[in-house]
């Protein structure tokens, strides 16, 4: 007995030694929940799509554009479809339209049109209409109205317009198309309308 003693203590601590040395264990998905509060497991690498979404997101401005500035950047391109979908936070109606031409620009033809979205948000509102536009990843180019003094004419391409929504304005100067809709299309609507318009 006395000799077996000194062998069963020095394997014990022999044993605990090597649990001290061992390896750190990576945790699993299933011990994300055992994690200490404000840890996390590494997030798996985001695919190359959704880091061009992200940063197309994060470096989103609104600028601010006059009706007029408006109407002159319109008439720059002389064979180009502009599509002009204008906007309010608060229209949902006008928001599912950004996203039903955004398909379909990208469907189609994005090289023969350009689409813009407008916000009619108030001046104030600017901060908030930028964070909207973040987190719904707004790629294409994107501007405030500013408010000015009576209705605008948009350098008389819209006389009659008293800012309804949802508004979605087309204009190409060379085939004198200057259309103004009313009315939130689904998908295959706007479809129709617009195929003819991007020849």
């Known amino acids: 007995m006395k000799l077996f003693f000194p062998f069963f203590f020095l394997s ?3 044993s605990c030694y090597s649990c001290s040395d061992a390896p750190e264990k990576t945790p699993s998905k299933a011990d994300a929940a055992a994690l200490p ?8 690498a985001l695919s190359t799509e959704d880091r061009q979404k992200l940063a197309n997101a994060k470096g989103k401005e609104v600028d601010f554009i006059s009706a007029d500035e408006l109407a002159a950047a319109v008439q720059q391109e002389e064979d180009l479809l502009t599509i002009i979908n204008f906007w309010k936070m608060d229209c949902p109606s006008c928001q599912d339209v950004n996203q039903i031409l955004a398909d379909i620009v990208a469907q189609k033809s994005p090289d023969r049109v350009r689409l ?12 908030a209409v930028k964070t909207y536009i ?22 008389g391409l819209l006389p009659n317009w008293n800012a309804t929504l949802p508004a979605i304005w087309m204009y ?3 085939g004198a198309i200057n259309l103004l809709y009313h009315k939130a299309y689904g998908p295959n609507e ?3 309308i617009l195929e003819p318009l991007m020849l």
Do not use: I
């Open 134 to 155: 973040r987190e719904h990843n707004f790629t294409q180019q994107a501007f405030q109205l500013r408010q000015e003094a009576g209705s605008p004419t948009f350098g």
């Open 116 to 127: 813009l979205f407008v916000s009619l948000d108030p001046a104030e509102q600017n901060t």
């Open 190 to 192: 706007f479809g129709a």
């Open 37 to 44: 509060h404000g840890e996390s497991l590494p997030q798996a």
């Open 12 to 14: 014990l601590l022999l």
């Open 172 to 174: 190409k100067k060379s």
